[in-house]
């Protein structure tokens, strides 16, 4: 487990809001089963989210069977359920966390100009009456209240701040401002929360959230933007899973914290050395490669082939690694063998194979291995045992 909690750091805390089990599931075909839910949110209770968000339990009955499951089992997170602004949404969502040492019911509705003329049909006064009807309603079931403004990003900002002002006052204790069709970039979602936060009258009585959407590649950039503007809980999933292009990866945003902490004083409670088991496990259960580039957890992230770059790595892993691959609980870093490898990882190969070879020995293995991994795209450690075999046989003749 990380130590923050049990230290007294001089950096701010961030709350690490996890929604692989809600906006990571709700994208086509990453649907898991209820016992791969159960693992999933053992998981990240283990590895120190503070809140797992763990499903939408009006949206069908396994989803509120999982979501009741989780609360009754999780005794260190926050458990949340997802609800509309509508009242049989939140009273099952109430219902689905009951049992949870620390519920909450995170409760949402559209802000935007385009949301409410063309999805919804209601004015804005309208609106703000139903945020106070909703949250006033949720505040009643639990203590822990979660608002959010969908597609935050693109309301102006007088009415956003009138629908913040007024959710706290029903009573939201967390509000958060999603970029729901991740349109923001980092400089504009960082000065709306600024504004949002300076503007309304009691926002200080909340803790304010960034949830990102990824369809231009900004989610990270703008969840860590939104940290710099005041947000204090960021919501992301496990390998960035989530509907269209994805949320904001929480190995990232970890990553990118702990990396840069000299110039983002922020800490998780997060144990970093869980990343990689969790990656493998959402990815196993929802059957959802992780791509071989992925920041953090992705099967190159912590490998090297360029001749280079190898050659650094053998003499200072901090010439091209800016994290350890334990660090994130990666077992070690690769020197991958192929045509862009050169003679110092070579060499180092057979070492760690077991082969000691004169100079000439090396050179003409070294030139086989070049030809071999000409032709071939993988050059795996039995191919180099049988090209060294080969060069060893030749010269004994
Ligand atoms: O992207 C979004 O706006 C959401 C809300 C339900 C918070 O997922
Ligand atoms: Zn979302």
Same mark, same amino acid.
């Given at each position: 487990?990380?130590?923050?909690?049990?230290?007294?750091?001089?950096?701010?805390?961030?709350?690490?809001?996890?929604?692989?089990?809600?906006?990571?599931?709700?994208?086509?075909?990453?649907?898991?089963?209820?016992?791969?839910?159960?693992?999933?949110?053992?998981?990240?209770?283990?590895?120190?989210?503070?809140?797992?968000?763990?499903?939408?339990?009006?949206?069908?009955?396994?989803?509120?069977?999982?979501?009741?499951?989780?609360?009754?089992?999780?005794?260190?997170?926050?458990?949340?359920?997802?609800?509309?602004?509508?009242?049989?949404?939140?009273?099952?969502?109430?219902?689905?966390?009951?049992?949870?040492?620390?519920?909450?019911?995170?409760?949402?509705?559209?802000?935007?100009?385009?949301?409410?003329?063309?999805?919804?049909?209601?004015?804005?006064?309208?609106?703000?009456?139903?945020?106070?009807?909703?949250?006033?309603?949720?505040?009643?079931?639990?203590?822990?209240?979660?608002?959010?403004?969908?597609?935050?990003?693109?309301?102006?900002?007088?009415?956003?701040?009138?629908?913040?002002?007024?959710?706290?006052?029903?009573?939201?204790? %967390? *509000? /958060?401002?999603?970029?729901?069709?991740?349109?923001?970039?980092?400089? +504009?979602?960082?000065? @709306?929360?600024?504004? $949002? =936060?300076?503007?309304?009258?009691?926002?200080?009585?909340?803790?304010?959230?960034?949830?990102?959407?990824?369809?231009?590649?900004?989610?990270?950039?703008?969840?860590?933007?939104?940290?710099?503007?005041?947000?204090?809980?960021?919501?992301? %999933? *496990? /390998?960035?899973?989530?509907?269209?292009?994805?949320?904001?990866?929480? +190995?990232?945003?970890? @990553?990118?914290?702990? $990396? =840069?902490?000299?110039?983002?004083?922020?800490?998780?409670?997060?144990?970093?050395?869980?990343?990689?088991?969790?990656?493998?496990?959402?990815?196993?259960?929802?059957?959802?490669?992780?791509?071989?580039?992925?920041?953090?957890?992705?099967?190159?992230?912590?490998?090297?082939?360029?001749?280079?770059?190898?050659?650094?790595?053998?003499?200072?892993?901090?010439?091209?690694?800016?994290?350890?691959?334990?660090?994130?609980?990666?077992?070690?870093?690769?020197?991958?063998?192929?045509?862009?490898?050169?003679?110092?990882?070579?060499?180092?190969?057979?070492?760690?194979?077991?082969?000691?070879?004169?100079?000439?020995?090396?050179?003409?293995?070294?030139?086989?291995?070049?030809?071999?991994?000409?032709?071939?795209?993988?050059?795996?450690?039995?191919?180099?045992?049988?090209?060294?075999?080969?060069?060893?046989?030749?010269?004994?003749?």
């Amino acid at each position: 487990m990380s130590n923050a909690g049990n230290t007294v750091s001089a950096k701010d805390r961030v709350l690490i809001f996890d929604t692989t089990l809600r906006d990571g599931e709700q994208c086509p075909g990453a649907t898991m089963t209820f016992e791969e839910k159960l693992e999933v949110a053992d998981m990240l209770d283990m590895m120190g989210v503070d809140i797992i968000e763990a499903g939408f339990p009006i949206a069908s009955d396994g989803d509120f069977e999982a979501v009741s499951a989780i609360a009754g089992r999780i005794k260190r997170a926050t458990v949340a359920g997802l609800a509309r602004a509508i009242s049989a949404d939140i009273a099952r969502a109430g219902e689905a966390v009951r049992h949870a040492a620390r519920p909450r019911i995170h409760t949402f509705v559209s802000t935007s100009p385009i949301h409410l003329q063309h999805q919804m049909r209601k004015s804005e006064e309208e609106v703000l009456e139903i945020i106070t009807r909703t949250v006033t309603q949720a505040r009643n079931l639990v203590e822990d209240v979660e608002w959010s403004g969908m597609d935050a990003t693109r309301t102006p900002i007088d009415y956003l701040c009138r629908a913040v002002e007024t959710a706290i006052k029903a009573g939201a204790t %967390t *509000i /958060n401002l999603p970029d729901t069709v991740g349109y923001a970039t980092p400089d +504009e979602y960082r000065a @709306m929360f600024k504004a $949002v =936060r300076e503007r309304v009258p009691n926002a200080d009585r909340a803790i304010f959230s960034a949830h990102c959407h990824n369809d231009l590649g900004l989610a990270v950039a703008n969840s860590l933007a939104a940290i710099e503007g005041g947000a204090r809980q960021v919501e992301c %999933t *496990i /390998n960035g899973i989530g509907e269209r292009a994805g949320n904001a990866a929480l +190995e990232e945003i970890v @990553m990118a914290l702990r $990396v =840069r902490g000299d110039v983002m004083p922020y800490d998780t409670g997060i144990d970093a050395t869980y990343l990689m088991r969790a990656s493998k496990a959402v990815s196993s259960a929802c059957s959802f490669p992780v791509q071989y580039n992925k920041a953090i957890v992705g099967r190159n992230a912590f490998a090297h082939e360029s001749g280079i770059h190898q050659d650094g790595m053998l003499k200072h892993q901090q010439t091209y690694e800016i994290m350890t691959p334990a660090s994130v609980g990666v077992t070690k870093t690769s020197l991958v063998m192929g045509k862009h490898s050169g003679r110092a990882a070579f060499r180092s190969k057979l070492t760690e194979m077991g082969y000691t070879l004169g100079d000439n020995q090396l050179e003409d293995a070294f030139t086989r291995f070049k030809a071999l991994a000409d032709r071939k795209k993988h050059v795996y450690d039995e191919d180099i045992e049988a090209l060294v075999d080969e060069n060893l046989a030749t010269a004994h003749d």
